[in-house]
């Protein structure tokens, strides 16, 4: 199912939120929308489900108008046919497992096969065993892995997460990527992921929708946005980035401690602190007033003035 | 969109007449004189001596019931927050029972117990001479404390569980002796909430009318909430002057809720309680621990051994001439309560139809504005909230008498007045606010997305409702409902003043019986209704407690 938003914008108060955004996610990709707390990802993708009204614009769904602010039309989040994972949950703790994931086939009075393909859906998600306990007596991923099977029960073409790893501890977090992922391309899901964690982001998506301040900053695939970012923010929020002024840089590992070329530039900085990593020693040095980073293999003295150089070719300069 | 906002303007113009309209009634009795406003009614009614001494002997009744019950409670929530005793968690409840007895039976029970040939000198004969004191000022501040300190103890007690030790811990560490940190560190941290409930102890204690008509009236000690009932019931009856002062108590009422607002605003820490801010208790020498086992035992005597075994050997006693002595003791008066005449049995069923008709209304609809206030967003939600509320800021005695006169004005319209069916409604007005507010610390607990996770699977706003969100605050709405029908069980403000003619109430009944003589038939009453009382309000804490 492809997704089409045409000139979104939504207000809280006095306060905009979504400033006329436009933005096509086409049918079974993985998609994050990634920005900082407050640039609007969760609220546009609350749109998409219908939690939230938009003031102005429209939203297409495989094609279907779902809102269209200029015709009147807001079609209510149950009858837009999608699966939603939120950041707590939102398991039902008053229903067992079972009733949980069986909830959506009932309330479309669809109770053909019901408990069949409950058990289709618990098995999906390795809690063949946990079908009669309650939300309660479940960790924390297996809760989110009920979750994921209350998503996919309906067969819906898409799932939309809303930071679905980040209430999980780190480790958990790691290993639920790869299960997640998993779960929507083997049936060709439309993902649309909301997360501030950039390197979750990388790792998943298909492409990437950088957002600040409700407007898009860079809509691309994880590679282009790492290696072209569009805009400074892009380059900022996405890894590490070096600068030499305001509208050029470098990734710390372009840059080396000894020549490598001829035409490599140079360029001096002063080591200020070093911190082993257990394979390799980061750097933190002063340029000026910018603050680099940049790997080593042997430990540097505080205060000591190091040359640092970089292939032309590594120096990304950045529009905007 | 527009039913949403058509369904909620109706709901507040509801609300409206429900409670705003009996309010106005009293302000239009107590301004308007043949139909032309005047205020000389109103501020002639204040000037006249006797009420004049009234207004300031409630207020001087207010101010010393605050001193005594901060005196019982102040101690008793630090002991029960910071030091080993906190761990008797079961005193939580022990302290319940002197505000879960109703004050007029409590009053009774120390009148039987203090009065000439009383329970206490045919005990203790020589401490015949208190007599004279108890029956003054100082024994209706006595029994008007006792009832109240739990609320203000409660309150405080949690205040001090809510401050850190890390907070006295970190000054000790920086060498700040333990005098010093209490003054320093500590009490600032409580003033605020002190205030409020100084402020809360002060409006209860003005607003009350139990204590005041049994133990009061006795002593000729005459308040707002006695003087507004006199006024209005009995020959010659001035409604005009019973509004005055109605109004001159609601706007204290106000403008003390004002007030405690305002102190809430600002003089209230929100303080940040995580990881590593378990609370640790100090340890006490045994000397201090005697003094405080000494002090607890010393207010559960007053608060509860004393007007609770008055009451049940009253009920217990054959001919009260010859008082507590072996062969006077029989359960006749029990028989008597439902045998003798049908008026016992016609108060319990009365009652008891009043506080199940009532409970269920008031679930309904506090359920009803519940959802309402959470769904109409801050603005709308404030107004319906802030209307619904209302009733629990005001005097009881104040919105039955607005009742009263405005039922009266539309009669022609809706007849109910002097009907059963005007109970049922005040009922209703005064306890509407506790269902709202267990069903709105319901709505706190639940997560908005687990209604949206329902519409997001394919069900309709109605049957995310029925299967989700009900559920949820299913037992909010039971403990409002056993809440109501507890409080509206012994209701009294209601019944003695606009009941239906024979028509008695368990409470009204009690005091007929204790005006009239028949104190063994009274008192019997009021055990059953103390028991009843009691039963419900374990049943209600082994539902809230029965969680998953």
């Known amino acids: 199912m492809d997704i089409q938003l045409r000139n979104i914008t939504k207000s809280f108060g006095r306060k905009k939120v979504i400033e006329g955004l436009s933005m096509d ?6 998609t994050t929308l990634l920005g900082p707390s407050g640039c609007g990802k969760t609220t546009l993708l609350r749109m998409i489900a219908g939690l939230e009204t938009p003031d102005i614009g429209e939203i297409f769904l495989g094609g279907r108008c779902v809102f269209s602010a200029d015709k009147k039309l807001n079609i209510p989040p149950e009858k837009r046919g999608l699966g939603f994972v939120f950041q707590d949950f939102a398991l039902w703790p008053h229903m067992r497992v079972r009733d949980n994931v069986a909830f959506a ?20 998600v390795q809690l063949d065993d946990y079908a009669d306990r309650y939300p309660s007596e479940l960790s924390g991923g297996q809760q989110q892995r009920v979750s994921f099977a209350r998503a996919i029960i309906m067969e819906p073409e898409c799932i939309l997460f809303d930071e679905p790893l980040s209430a999980l501890d780190a480790m958990l977090r790691e290993e639920m990527r790869g299960e997640l992922k998993a779960l929507v391309s083997e049936r060709g899901i439309t993902s649309v992921f909301v997360t501030h964690d950039q390197s979750e982001a990388m790792s998943m998506s298909d492409r990437i929708a950088v957002l600040n301040h409700g407007e898009i900053e860079q809509y691309d695939t994880p590679e282009n946005i790492y290696r072209k970012p569009a805009t400074s923010f892009s380059a900022r929020f996405i890894g590490s980035s070096n600068w030499i002024d305001s509208a050029s840089m470098f990734r710390p590992e372009n840059a080396s401690f000894t020549r490598q070329s001829s035409s490599d530039l140079e360029y001096k900085a002063t080591v200020y602190e070093s911190e082993f990593l257990g394979s390799s020693y980061r750097v933190l040095m002063h340029h000026g007033s910018e603050r680099w980073i940049a790997q080593s293999d042997r430990r540097m003295e505080p205060g000591t003035s190091v040359p640092v150089y970089i292939d032309k070719n590594s120096i990304i300069v950045i529009g905007k | 969109m527009n039913g949403k906002k058509i369904a909620f303007a109706a709901l507040i113009i509801f609300l409206s007449l429900l409670i705003l309209c009996p309010l106005f009634s009293i302000f239009a009795e107590a301004l308007f004189q043949d139909g032309h406003f005047s205020l000389s009614n109103a501020v002639s009614t204040i000037q006249e001596s006797e009420n004049a001494a009234m207004i300031g002997s409630s207020i001087l009744l207010g101010i010393l019931v605050v001193i005594i019950s901060s005196a019982i409670a102040l101690p008793l929530a630090y002991i029960f927050s910071r030091t080993q005793f906190a761990r008797y968690r079961f005193f939580d409840v022990i302290f319940m029972i002197p505000f879960m007895t109703p004050p007029y039976i409590a009053s009774m029970g120390w009148i039987l117990f203090m009065q000439k040939r009383g329970l206490m000198q045919q005990l203790f004969p020589s401490l015949s001479f208190l007599t004279d004191w108890f029956f003054s000022l100082g024994g209706l501040v006595m029994v008007m404390s006792f009832h109240v300190f739990p609320f203000m103890m409660t309150m405080m007690k949690n205040a001090m569980l809510s401050v850190p030790s890390s907070l006295d811990e970190a000054g000790a560490v920086f060498g700040v002796s333990f005098p010093t940190r209490l003054r320093k560190l500590f009490l600032p941290l409580l003033t605020g909430n002190y205030a409020i409930g100084a402020l809360l102890v002060f409006v209860k204690t003005i607003s009350e009318y139990g204590t005041p008509s049994t133990l009061g009236r006795r002593i000729g000690f005459a308040v707002f909430t006695t003087d507004i009932h006199r006024y209005a019931t009995v020959a010659p009856i001035e409604l005009g002057k019973s509004a005055s002062l109605a109004s001159v108590l609601i706007g204290i009422c106000l403008l003390i809720w004002m007030l405690q607002n305002y102190i809430t605003a600002r003089k209230t820490y929100n303080l940040i309680s ?27 005597f007053f608060s509860m051994v004393i007007p609770l075994f008055s009451v049940t ?53 506090g359920t009803v504005i519940a959802t309402s206030i959470r769904a109409a967003g801050k603005k709308v939600g404030n107004i319906i909230e802030g209307i619904s509320l209302l009733p629990e800021m005001l005097p009881s005695i104040v919105l039955v008498l607005g009742i009263m006169l405005f039922y009266n004005g539309i009669y022609k319209i809706i007849p109910i007045y002097g009907t059963i069916w005007i109970m049922v409604l005040s009922y209703v007005i005064l306890f509407l606010p506790y269902t709202i507010q267990y069903v709105t610390s319901a709505y706190s607990q639940i997560s908005p997305s687990l209604a949206a996770a329902g519409r997001i699977c394919g069900a309709g706003p109605l049957y995310s409702f029925m299967h989700i969100t009900l559920p949820l605050i299913a037992r909010g709405i039971m403990s409002g409902w056993m809440m109501t029908f507890i409080i509206a069980f012994r209701e009294l403000v209601t019944p003695s003043l606009i009941a239906p003619t024979n028509t008695l109430t368990v409470s009204t009944y009690i005091n007929r019986q204790f005006e009239q003589g028949s104190v063994g038939k009274g008192m019997s009453m009021a055990v059953i209704c103390i028991l009843f009382s009691l039963v419900s309000l374990l049943i209600l804490n082994k539902a809230i407690n029965r969680k998953r």
Do not use: W
């Not at chain 1, 996610?25 to 993985?30: D, E, K, T």
């Not at chain 2, 995580?274 to 005697?290: D, E, F, P, Q, Y």
């Open chain 2, 313 to 365: 050997a009253s009920s217990l006693i054959k001919l009260r001439g010859y008082g507590l002595r072996p062969g006077n003791f029989t359960i006749g008066n029990y028989i008597a309560v439902f045998t003798e005449d049908k008026q016992g049995i016609n108060a319990l069923l009365v009652s008891i139809f009043l506080a199940v008709s009532s409970a269920t209304i008031a679930a309904i609809l």
């Open chain 2, 274 to 300: 995580g990881k590593g801010s378990a609370m640790r208790t100090r340890r006490l020498s045994i000397g201090t621990r005697v003094a405080i086992i000494i002090f607890i035992a010393a207010v559960v």
């Open chain 1, 25 to 30: 996610i086409s049918s079974g990709s993985f």
């Open chain 1, 105 to 124: 086939l009932k309330a479309c009075r669809m109770t053909e096969n019901l408990d069949k393909k409950v058990k289709e859906a618990l098995h999906a």
